[in-house]
């Protein structure tokens, strides 16, 4: 198998192409997503500023905006921001191309920060310090929001998976080294998870005690209330 990527959504996956990972999602798959966005919606307050690390095309930022218009996505991906800019809610949506673990904004920006999807997985960063830069740019009384996927959801993520690469969105499925909360592609693609009592461990590196929920049987989330 080739050395991983490091920025997979960059260099490979972004813009049209990632959209089009979402467009092809299963019902099952949907359910998923729109759960994930959900249950942040419901810990937004109208006025809240509001930042999602690694916004890619805009998908997730558009729906906060039902919630507050003070919406701001960063990527690494320029082609991905741009098509972002473009989408119905585009010009009312702040967007900039920043690392989720080393970003520009000073400390506490932020009523609440998200970083959902798996994306503590896609991002390819250490994620002791993701957590830690979320918390930091986040003000004393804000939320931090982080999920992963959820044990029970093996079986419908690896099919979403595998319909991709059936489609050429990512390289084949090394089947072999698949499995265990891990999926492994041949172009170097790696897609991992991170559950329950791994959020603990980071957590209580940083000092803090979180709360995990598991939503929609799909989703573990990791909430954390800055102190």
């Known amino acids: 198998m080739p050395e991983e990527i490091q920025d997979y959504y960059s260099q490979k996956l972004a813009a049209e192409k990632l959209r089009r990972?979402?467009?092809?999602?299963?019902?099952?798959?949907?359910?998923?997503?729109?759960?994930?966005?959900?249950?942040?919606?419901?810990?937004?307050?109208?006025?809240?500023?509001?930042?999602?690390?690694?916004?890619?095309?805009?998908?997730?930022?558009e729906k906060l905006t039902a919630r507050t218009h003070r919406v701001f996505g960063i990527d690494t991906s320029i082609?991905?921001?741009?098509?972002?800019?473009?989408?119905?809610?585009?010009?009312?949506?702040?967007?900039?191309?920043?690392?989720a673990v080393q970003t520009a904004f000073i400390k506490d920006c932020f009523d609440v920060t998200v970083c959902i999807q798996n994306g503590i997985s896609a991002f390819k960063v250490d994620r002791k310090s993701l957590i830690s830069e979320?918390?930091?740019?986040?003000?004393?009384?804000?939320?931090?929001?982080?999920?992963?996927?959820?044990?029970?959801?093996?079986?419908?993520?690896?099919?979403?998976?595998?319909?991709q690469a059936e489609l050429g969105l990512l390289g084949e499925i090394?089947?072999?080294?698949?499995?265990?909360?891990?999926?492994?592609c041949k172009d170097g693609f790696i897609a991992t998870t991170v559950g329950p009592e791994h959020f603990r461990a980071l957590s209580a590196e940083l000092d803090y005690r979180p709360e995990i929920t598991i939503v929609d049987e799909s989703s573990v989330f990791c909430e954390l209330i800055v102190t």
């Open 79 to 99: 082609q991905s921001l741009l098509l972002a800019g473009t989408g119905p809610k585009g010009p009312i949506l702040a967007l900039s191309a920043m690392n």
């Open 21 to 61: 990972v979402y467009a092809i999602a299963s019902p099952r798959i949907r359910q998923y997503l729109d759960a994930e966005i959900e249950f942040v919606m419901q810990r937004i307050k109208p006025g809240d500023r509001v930042l999602e690390l690694g916004c890619g095309y805009g998908r997730v930022l």
């Open 174 to 184: 090394d089947e072999a080294a698949t499995g265990d909360g891990v999926i492994v």
């Open 134 to 163: 979320a918390l930091r740019i986040t003000r004393p009384g804000g939320r931090v929001l982080v999920s992963s996927c959820a044990d029970a959801f093996w079986s419908e993520r690896l099919d979403w998976f595998r319909r």
